[in-house]
Every structure is written in structure tokens, then in C-alpha cells.
């Protein structure tokens, strides 16, 4: 094993001042820490924790009960505290928390339909932040710039900082909305500086700062007294090489080339390790890509604390402290030749009692059932530290969306999560399981094959300004909730600090475990004889809401069928669908219940097709084919008029109808 050593001599530090006063947290302090990845290596002081509200189904409950009605309930649009009058309107409650504390990170999917914003601050009447949701989160704005705020993957995010002293109120003018808010609450006694519109104002400059580092998170700032160690390593089958650093110090960047005959196995059959101040487990432990945020192989993003260039040269920007030595370990696990070169940044870095190591551990599994649902670990560990990201990697064989599982998160042994979401797309800062590939500073879709979620797909999100601190153990679960069933493939690596003496349950992967496994032949998706599909149907007219088409695997003949969202009682639409031949028809149709979905009234060519039909069911179903009588069809285009005449008394918000397809029987 070749083994070199860089040394280097240290100038002390001498502490200076006496009594510890924690520093006010302002607005500026906070829009300070957006980009300061050194700031993430000590303990927060002052303290705080981080914590979410959402849109989460309220059914949740009991983890012990493993239902779609219970522990995983999908209905998590529309959800809030409560709804409050002022000055004779409805407000719904998004948010509210006690202060000291800070929002961090605000999202939705649809925040047109939450209509105004307001954020109340320290028991005040009037809101200091008032505006469209839209605006707000959409990144075209003062304050929310761009990238501060934003739209990637059809999500929106603002991470702007918004502090309080006291007390915080989030309420929006409509309702029917997914959201997440992610706030910190510092502990008793800290000076906190409430957001006000002035305050904003005099930091624009600030703002624009922050906003210019976000949108170049790739380079690389200037860290005093800093050196170069150069990295060039040919790894043959079962080689390994090891760079060791001297402290106390921290590496400030990794940046890394790779050349392989087959580069997605080159970077998930190379494993690297780091080891700090003599430990025998290595605090850092995946494969190479994985590490670098980017599976399988190399593609392309770019994000503050990692990236992978256009180039493809791949570079972390983690600060990596130790106080008296560090080891870095490369070993080919592939049997084929890899070269690695690049170059590894340290510098100065004083050590306390604060200071925590820099964790990254991977783990896999290929492969997970998608029935009956499961919660899959992220992260287990235990100590003091903060969590800090993720990466997953997904091998799905189908078109389907394979995320519709919440995350949860539990800090210092909650019995119930402080982070329960809405959705694992969600999470990761997008929405509607968009397969649209994006990039961000915090967030990423860097890889979807498709078509729609077919394949291999690789998403990030980094918790930088919305870090989670913990003081004794910090557990991550993300549900597996796939809308079909099969098998799927899944790999994550979770990124945290923590204190020396902390503890985690990753195993150390094993060699056959370090491959990249393809997705298997999408299957051609099976079709109904005779079937009019409902996806292919013209709209000829619509009073209200959004029709489109969607997929699915709810047993959907071509596994699509027409969709009607965000529709309201008394709405009506249109459908015109093909019929050869003129005659007399028994009519059937095929439909979709589900908990959200309406009571609908039919028409064809406008006579009653029957009584109004119920499309309420606790899960997602599709009926049976429903007789809906028997009608004169002329060639050519005809007529189906849906009509919404309200909702089962047991349905959760929403007003949705589908329709798979109609068939026809010739009739006497």
C-alpha cells in the first residue's frame, strides 16, 4: 500500500476574551450562515433545534399500525393547525411556534392555491411579510431571489431566514395547498432580532451577496494559509492508496478525476475512507461517486457543499476538522484498472470543545419490496451533532412513481417525528414526481432516465441554513410508498458532524455490494380489448380545476386514465370519445375511487347515465366495469359530461374524478 505523509507546522491560537457572551442572531447573522460550510463543523451557539410543520395527513398517528388509513396515509394536501377569522375572512394556519427561533426553509407544490401569505411576528397584528404564496417562493422577488427562492422540478422553495424574538404565525388566505415550513427554535434567553421590512431593506446588498454565492456553488473561496496536496493514484484490482494530514487542521475541498473503462462501476466499486485522529472506524465510509453526491456514475450538478462539473470532475467542499491527524483511504474493489487524480485542499483549523468530525456513510439495498409498506432508514446514530444531507439513489423498473413516501425524522429519541412530510420529492425540493433533471445549491435531480420514473434516478438535498441539531441521537426514515408493486433498488448516503464518541448502525459495505445494478425491461404495459381509453378522450369544455392525464398502476388499462384535480362542486366537464360505428350501446365505464375523490353525476350525449356515482374509497382502487346504461351513439364524436355534485361525508379534501376508459356492447 503506497503511503505518504504531509507535514506541516502550526502557528497557536491563542483564545481571547474572558466570559462567553452568545452573539445576537439577526437577519444578516442568519443570511450568514447560508454559505458558511465552516460554521456547520461546531455545535450551533447558541442552541437551538430545527424542526418542521406540514401539510402531513393527520391520520398518521400510530407507527405500530402499518395502514394506508393510519401510519401511512397519503391525503397531504390541505392539512393545517386550524382556521381563524380576521377581519371576515378565513385564515388557515400553517405555522405556529413560540419563539426565540428562526424560519429556515419555506416549500410548496401549488402555492397558487393558497392565495396571500402573511407571517405574523412576536404577537403583532399586522403581518410583517404579506404577499402571494407565488411571490414569495417564486425567486422573482426581494427578498426571495433567486436562488434564495425559486422553482425547480415544479417545487417551490424560499430558505430565506425570517427571525422572531417571540413568536411566529404563518397563515395563507386559501387552503387547499401542500407546505412544508422548516423553523429553528433557539433555547431560552437568546437574543433574536425579529425580521422586519427594514431590516430587509438594509441588507439588500447582503441579500444579493448570498444570492451571487448560491448561483455559483462550485468555486471555491480563498481559506488563509491553506496548502495543496497533489492526488495522482493508479488503483489496480484490489489496490489501495492512503494520504495522510497532519493537525489540528480541516480539509477545506476534495476534488477528484476519475478514468475507467466503465465509470458508473469505477465510482460505486472504489471506496474511500477517512479516518480522524487515530480512530479505527473511519468517520467517512462509500463509494467514490456516492460520496461526491452522484450515482450511478458521474452527473453532472452543482451544489455548495459538493458537485460534479461539466467536465466531470467531481469536488466536495465539506470542512473536514481533526485535531491531530487525518487518513484518507482509496480501494479498487472493480476488476478493471482505476486512475484517480485531483487535489486535496487543507488549512488551519482550530480545534474546541465544540468542534465535531464530519461523517458521510452509505448503505443498500436490491432488493425492497414495495408491498407491504416499510419506513427505510437513512440515518441511525447517536452523540451531539447536526445532520447536515442526503443523497439517494433509486433503481426503479417501472414508469410509476416510486416516491410518494413521507419523511420522518426523529431527534433526541421524539416518539413522533419533528419532520413528518409530505411526499419523498417533497424533500428533496420538488413536486409531483417531476422526472425533469435540475440543480440547486441545496437541492438536486441531477439523473431520471425515464420514461416518466424509469430507471435509475439520483437526488440530493443539502441542509445548510435548515441544519438538525442533535444532543443524544438522530434517527431518519423514509417511507417506501410506491404506487405499484415491484421491486426497487435503493442506496443512500447520509452526511452529518458530530462530537467525538458518536455512534452509528452502518455496516461497512460489502465488495459484491459495490455495484450498480440496471433496471430491468420495462414491461409494455397491458391493455383492455376493446377499451376506450379516458386519457385519449378530447376536452371539450370545462367549468372548473385541471384536467390531464395521468399514470398509474392501480390495475389502469395502458396504466394511464383521465385526471380532474382542483375541481369544485357544480363543476362540469366535457369529454368527447369515439365511437366507429353509429348504434344502439350498452355503456360501461371503469373509474378510479380513492379517499379525495368526488360524487360525480354522468351524462352521455346529455341523458343521465344513471344515478350520481360515489368515487369515495379509503385507498386507491379501480372499479369494476359500471353499467351506465344503454344509449343511441352516433359515428364519430360523442359525448361524456361529468358533473360534481359533492363528496362522501368520510372523503378527506379534494374534489378529484378518473376515469380508465368506457367500453361499448352492441345492444338490442
Known amino acids: 500500500m503506497p503511503r505518504r505523509t504531509f507535514v506541516r507546522l502550526l502557528c497557536s491560537v491563542l483564545l481571547m476574551g474572558a466570559a462567553h457572551a452568545a ?11 447560508m454559505t458558511n460550510l465552516e460554521a456547520l463543523t461546531r455545535f450551533p451557539d447558541p442552541a437551538y433545534t430545527c424542526k418542521q410543520f406540514s401539510s402531513y395527513d393527520r391520520r398518521s398517528t400510530d407507527p405500530n399500525e402499518l395502514t394506508d388509513e393510519n401510519w401511512f396515509a397519503n391525503g397531504d394536501r390541505g392539512r393545517h393547525l386550524r382556521t381563524e377569522e380576521r377581519n371576515g375572512e378565513t385564515e388557515w394556519v400553517m405555522m405556529d411556534a413560540a ?5 429556515v426553509r419555506m416549500w410548496s407544490a401549488n402555492p397558487k392555491d393558497a392565495g396571500v401569505l402573511r407571517i405574523f411576528l412576536d404577537g403583532a397584528e399586522e403581518p410583517v411579510i404579506e404577499m402571494p404564496l407565488t411571490e414569495f417562493l417564486g425567486g422573482e422577488h426581494m427578498p426571495t431571489i433567486n436562488p434564495i427562492g425559486g422553482v425547480q422540478g415544479l417545487g417551490w422553495n424560499s430558505y430565506l431566514p425570517i427571525p422572531y424574538a417571540k413568536h411566529c ?41 448570498v444570492a451571487k454565492r448560491l ?37 477545506y475541498r476534495l476534488a477528484m478525476n476519475v478514468e475507467a473503462d466503465d ?43 459538493s458537485g460534479v462539473t461539466s467536465t466531470g ?28 487524480t485531483g487535489q486535496a485542499v487543507a488549512g488551519p483549523y482550530e480545534w474546541s470543545d465544540r468542534s465535531m468530525y464530519f461523517h458521510a456513510k452509505w448503505r443498500t439495498e436490491n432488493p425492497i419490496a414495495t408491498r407491504p409498506r416499510q419506513d427505510w432508514n437513512y440515518l441511525d446514530c447517536t452523540g451531539t451533532g447536526v445532520f447536515v444531507g442526503v443523497m439517494c439513489h433509486v433503481t426503479n423498473p417501472v414508469k410509476q412513481w416510486w416516491g410518494e413516501g413521507d419523511e420522518k425524522i426523529y431527534v433526541d429519541g421524539e416518539a413522533f417525528p419533528s419532520h413528518f412530510g409530505t411526499g419523498t420529492e417533497d424533500y428533496f425540493g420538488y413536486a409531483w414526481c417531476c422526472p425533469e433533471t435540475f440543480t440547486h445549491a441545496y437541492h438536486n435531480q441531477p439523473r431520471c432516465d425515464g420514461p416518466g420514473n424509469y430507471g435509475q434516478t439520483c437526488v440530493s438535498r443539502f441542509h445548510i441554513i435548515d441544519n438538525i441539531p442533535f444532543t443524544q441521537s438522530f434517527k431518519f426514515d423514509m417511507e417506501v410508498w410506491h404506487w405499484t408493486e415491484c421491486e426497487i433498488g435503493m442506496a443512500v448516503i447520509a452526511y452529518w458532524y458530530a462530537k467525538p464518541g458518536g455512534t452509528d448502525t452502518f455496516s461497512a459495505p460489502a465488495p459484491g455490494q459495490l455495484i450498480v445494478v440496471d433496471a430491468p425491461p420495462m414491461p409494455e404495459p397491458k391493455r ?7 386519457e385519449d378522450f378530447e376536452v371539450v369544455s370545462s367549468t372548473g380545476g385541471n384536467a390531464r392525464d395521468q399514470e398509474g398502476a392501480w390495475g389502469w388499462s395502458g396504466e394511464r386514465q383521465f385526471w380532474w384535480t382542483h375541481a369544485k362542486t357544480g363543476d362540469k366537464t366535457v369529454l368527447a370519445f369515439p365511437v366507429k360505428t353509429a348504434g344502439r350501446y350498452q355503456v360501461l365505464g371503469r373509474f378510479t375511487k380513492a379517499p379525495d ?69 352492441p345492444a338490442p
Open 23 to 33: 452573539p445576537q442572531v439577526t437577519f444578516e447573522s442568519l443570511l450568514s450562515e
Open 263 to 305: 465509470m458508473p462501476a469505477a465510482l460505486r466499486g472504489c471506496l474511500i475512507e477517512i479516518f480522524f485522529d487515530g480512530g479505527t472506524t473511519p468517520a467517512v465510509q462509500a463509494p467514490l461517486g456516492d460520496f461526491f453526491g452522484t450515482a450511478p456514475g458521474a452527473n453532472a450538478y452543482l451544489s455548495l457543499p
Open 597 to 665: 375523490y368526488a360524487i360525480a353525476q354522468l351524462h352521455v350525449n346529455g341523458a343521465p347515465a344513471g344515478a350520481p356515482l360515489d368515487f369515495f374509497h379509503p385507498g386507491v382502487i379501480a372499479t369494476p366495469e359500471i353499467p351506465l346504461g344503454v344509449f343511441d351513439l352516433t359515428e364519430g364524436d360523442n359525448t361524456l359530461t361529468i358533473t360534481l355534485t359533492g363528496r362522501n361525508a368520510k372523503a378527506i379534501d379534494g374534489m378529484m374524478f378518473g376515469l380508465d376508459y368506457l367500453r361499448l356492447e
Open 528 to 534: 383492455v380489448e376493446g377499451a376506450l381509453e379516458g
Open 169 to 209: 404565525k404563518v397563515t395563507c388566505s386559501q387552503g387547499d395547498f401542500y407546505y412544508h415550513v422548516n423553523y429553528r427554535t433557539y433555547a431560552p434567553g437568546t437574543q433574536v432580532a425579529s425580521y422586519t421590512s427594514a431590516a430587509a431593506q438594509r441588507a439588500q446588498q447582503a441579500i444579493q451577496d
Open 99 to 103: 419563539g426565540p427561533g428562526a424560519i
Open 215 to 251: 448561483s455559483t456553488p462550485a468555486s471555491f473561496g480563498p481559506v488563509p494559509s491553506t496548502w495543496f496536496v497533489e492526488l495522482d493514484e493508479a488503483l489496480a484490482p484490489g489496490a489501495s492508496a492512503s494520504t495522510e494530514f497532519e493537525g489540528p487542521a480541516a480539509l
Open 313 to 340: 470532475q467531481m469536488y466536495s467542499h465539506w470542512v473536514m476538522p481533526f485535531e491531530r491527524s487525518a487518513r484518507m483511504t482509496l480501494t479498487n474493489h472493480t476488476q478493471s484498472d482505476i486512475a484517480v
